[in-house]
């Protein structure tokens, strides 16, 4: 009895003094920190890109029994987001589908051909959203719009010359796709060509289906100033087919959550799911759709009690303007939209002469758009020190607009992520810190059938599958960092893309 009044007199004394230790340990702050490092190391430690890859042969399978591409819907891009599905659900988690209507597009015929004086052809993209030509195409007289600052956008443009029953050649820049062919056509122009101001490709868009007023397509700056030259010399005749099908079609987003975790911290990964109608879209995006899948994958495996929730979407349609990302910000209560605490987007993410990029939170950079919601500088930072810890340049990368993370920067909502790169051209100095070939596109094949399985970097796939389970894994447990200060650094980075401002990704509407 003496011995347990002892021990009942000592063990007050026992508490007290463990009392400041026990209470550290006990800290929310503390173990939240602890919990999230811990499920960092293991994530990263498990994501491999090699298992990832398995995703991106699902894709092409899937691409190359439904005609070839994964565009937003089709056959392709159905049968994607069903295999997203059906993993997601194996794995465990809550998934549903968000279906919604959207303007499909599909181009069935794009060819320019010089008829006279020296017959050639002329490789020409029709833009989104242009009227078409009956099949067969017209064969008209090729008349130049004057070159200046504002080219085709004004009526007075058109003064000079007659352009009645005529093919509008205009340079880019100034206004519009839009704006030019309209104005060309008031003129009395039966097409419009639009000739780039800077090296590359021209992919455009008239933005809606009613913009659309005569058959309208771009080509190089070289293909255009090589049909400029030969209007100075004297009369040019062309045959122009542009056919493109535009119909009201339905698809899906696969959204994606686990079943624990606390919904009013959300986290949310997203990655669209859907190719353009050229390729089966390996690169763009099925990298990104498989580096989410890889990490959700080990997330379900190595944590079955997230602190918070943390959610992970397929978007489709992107390559028709962010069209569903758009639709998923748009339907959003406004519980739901504060909810979540932040956003990471992770778009072709294995480009084959790829740069590192991380989007330019805090605008150190002077690229481009400004900052992104508070909280945007800090998930740069965060991706910043985990890339500085494993000893991998980066750069900045402007928040173009061009993929996912705009509707939600448009309601406030941190976003950031990473890319590769798409048509932009690489820089001397760019090789120096990533590798690769300078003066080449860091996608040669973007947007078109090349971008397969053989157009993937492994290397950049693995990195950024790094920093996809790095996030995850912090933040399923601890959000802390989003408020702690940033020392805004500027990186040297630029768009990682070409120049112009997009209604989506790739989609050009102007300078």
């Known amino acids: 009895m003496a011995t347990l009044a002892a021990a009942a007199l000592a063990t007050p ?17 503390d173990r939240a920190a602890k919990d999230a490092a811990k499920l960092a190391r293991k994530l990263v430690a498990r994501a491999s890109a090699d298992d990832a890859f398995r995703h991106l042969e699902k894709f092409q399978q899937i691409a190359d029994t439904t005609d070839g591409h994964r565009a937003a819907g089709s056959l392709g891009h159905d049968a994607s987001a069903a295999y997203v599905y059906q993993q997601m659900k194996r794995w465990g ?12 597009t599909e181009t069935q015929a794009e060819e320019l051909s010089v008829v006279a004086p020296a017959p050639r052809d002329v490789e020409i993209a029709a833009m989104t959203y242009t009227t078409s030509t009956p099949v067969g195409g017209i064969t008209a007289a090729l008349a130049a719009v004057p070159v200046d600052d504002t080219t085709g956008c004004e009526a007075e443009d058109y003064a000079s010359a007659t352009f009645t029953g005529k093919i509008a050649l205009i340079k880019r820049g100034g206004c519009t796709f839009a704006q030019k062919q309209a104005t060309a056509a008031d003129a009395g122009a ?3 060509i639009v ?24 080509v190089t700056k070289a293909a255009g100033e090589q049909l400029a030259a030969d209007l100075a010399a004297g009369p040019v005749e062309v045959s122009l087919e542009i056919r493109q099908l535009q119909q009201t079609r339905t698809t899906r987003n ?3 959550e686990t079943k624990r975790g606390n919904a009013a911290n959300t986290v949310m990964l997203g990655s669209h799911l859907d190719s353009v109608s050229e390729g089966p879209g390996i690169n763009d995006n099925g990298s990104g759709s498989a580096g989410l899948l890889e990490v ?25 303007g962010l069209l569903g990302s758009e639709h998923y910000v748009a339907e959003l209560s406004d519980l739901g939209r504060k909810e979540i605490k932040l956003y990471l987007n992770f778009d072709m993410i294995a ?49 173009t607009g061009r993929s996912d993370y705009g509707p939600f920067i448009e309601v406030g909502i941190p976003s950031g992520g990473t890319f590769t790169g798409a048509e932009g051209i690489k820089t001397e ?4 810190k990533f590798g690769g070939q300078a003066g080449v596109a860091y996608d040669p094949n973007y947007h078109a059938a090349g971008d397969n399985l053989d157009n993937i970097n492994m290397d950049a796939f693995a990195v950024n599958i790094g920093v996809i389970a790095n996030a995850v894994g912090t933040y399923a447990h601890d959000i802390s960092s989003l408020r702690t200060p940033v020392e805004s650094v500027p990186t040297g980075g630029d768009a990682g893309s070409g120049g112009g401002l997009h209604d989506g990704h790739g989609h050009e509407v102007t300078e």
């Open 13 to 29: 004394l026992l508490l007290a003094s463990a009392s400041p230790s026990a209470a550290h340990r006990a800290d929310p702050g």
């Open 93 to 104: 988690y809550n998934v549903s589908y968000q279906t919604f209507q959207f303007p499909y």
């Open 190 to 192: 039966v097409g419009a």
């Open 195 to 218: 000739y780039n101001n800077t090296d590359g490709v021209l992919s455009g868009t008239l933005g809606d289906a009613a913009a659309g007023r005569i058959p309208t397509g771009g």
């Open 254 to 256: 696969v959204i994606a």
């Open 296 to 320: 959700a994958e080990q997330l379900a495996k190595k944590e079955k009690r997230p602190t918070n929730k943390v959610r992970f979407a397929w978007w489709s349609a992107e390559e028709n």
């Open 351 to 399: 480009s084959p002469n790829y740069g590192l990029f991380v989007y330019d939170g805090d605008d150190s950079d002077g690229v481009g758009a400004g900052p992104g919601p508070q909280g945007s500088a800090q998930l740069e930072r965060d991706i910043n020190a985990f890339l500085d810890r494993r000893g991998t340049p980066h750069e900045g990368t402007d928040f």
């Open 429 to 432: 100095a760019q090789v120096q």
